[in-house]
């Protein structure tokens, strides 16, 4: 073979060689890796309804990619421990977190927080929304909204309802109400729903404006009695507990949703791909149908659609933490 030849086998070699190494480099980057472990951080205690969509879309994505997804629960601050806890995680994407209207849109209720909310965390897609069920506990005199007001307004201060903590979405659906009704109601924050919850159903608080996937077997069973939800609709999970509207308050109709949200450093394209895959799993009729059956709504909606979304929502939470001198520190 001439000198000729065995240079241009000798380059046709390196060439493969190299394309080889960088289609390995490729594979080892790709995201997800299936060697390394992706988390999903619920920012609030276990069995709330945060936690039930993470374990849903944990399961799901796992089984998408191959790969396990673990469920971390770091409940705290309305949820801004888990909140800062993944804006300080290195940001390639491995570390996700079920997002609340609290870490999106009521932040303003913290003056103090150690990290910017709206700067340094970005929403991949809002997951899920649902109307609040008003609860109460079987022992509170009351079968309807117009009655609870009332016996507010008789007895200023004595029912207290308890929340997942200041700025959450129970918080707020509670602060609406007494803002729209004028009814002086207590509150009283814990560190997750369903601490709440316990002492909803132990008699010490006694009232809640809970997501319904915490509530629904409770109210079924009798251990609490739905007094309201706050949709346009009557709940197909709750056909006999009436909307807010027809129970004589018109205008108290709300939603609350949760986000599937990384930190905003994590780039583009591992965004994209977040969204895209999360967007697939949603929109299989098996998780819809799971989240129709705690009471929720599939949303799936794309990265801007989801951002513009939330700019909205935390305009009107804003004016209700505004009128209503709400305040966490």
């Not at 927080?113 to 109307?131: C, F, H, I, K, S």
């Not at 949200?261 to 009729?285: F, G, H, M, Q, Y």
Request: proline share 6%.
């Amino acid at each position: 073979m001439t000198t000729k030849g065995v240079r241009h086998v000798t380059l046709g070699a390196v060439a493969v060689a190299a394309s080889l190494l960088a289609g390995a480099a490729l594979a080892q980057d790709a995201f997800p890796n299936p060697s390394r472990q992706v988390r999903v951080v619920v920012p609030f205690t276990a069995g709330g309804s945060s936690d039930v969509q993470a374990r849903m879309l944990a399961d799901k994505l796992g089984r998408l990619w191959n790969q396990p997804v673990v469920v971390e629960n770091k409940p705290g601050a309305g949820g801004h421990l888990g909140g800062k806890y993944v804006v300080d995680q290195p940001a390639d994407g491995y570390t996700l977190m079920v997002g609340s209207i609290g870490l999106h849109a009521t932040y303003g209720v913290y003056s103090k927080l150690t990290y910017n909310p709206g700067q340094d965390l970005r929403v991949v897609t809002v997951l899920a929304e649902m109307p609040h069920v008003v609860v109460a506990t079987p022992a509170l005199p009351v079968k309807n909204l117009a009655e609870l007001t009332a016996l507010t307004k008789a007895q200023p201060d004595t029912v207290n309802f308890g929340s997942a903590g200041v700025g959450s979405s129970v918080h707020m659906m509670g602060e609406l109400y007494k803002l729209q009704a004028g009814a002086p109601v207590a509150h009283v924050p814990y560190r997750g729903s369903s601490a709440a919850l316990n002492d909803l159903l132990g008699g010490q608080i006694q009232l809640m404006f809970e997501n319904p996937p915490t509530v629904l077997a409770h109210i079924k069973n009798g251990k609490l009695k739905g007094l309201a939800v706050t949709g346009k609709e009557r709940l197909a999970a709750l056909p006999d507990v009436p909307t807010a509207a027809e129970s004589g308050m018109k205008d108290y109709v709300a939603t609350s949703w949760t986000t599937v949200a990384v930190s905003s450093k994590v780039p583009d394209a591992v965004v994209k791909k977040l969204s895209e895959d999360i967007r697939k799993v949603v929109n299989t009729p098996e998780f819809r149908k799971g989240l129709e059956e705690q009471g929720m709504s599939a949303v799936a909606n794309t990265v801007p659609e989801a951002q513009a979304f939330v700019v909205r929502e935390k305009q009107r939470w804003d004016r209700v933490i505004t009128e209503g001198k709400i305040t966490a520190n």
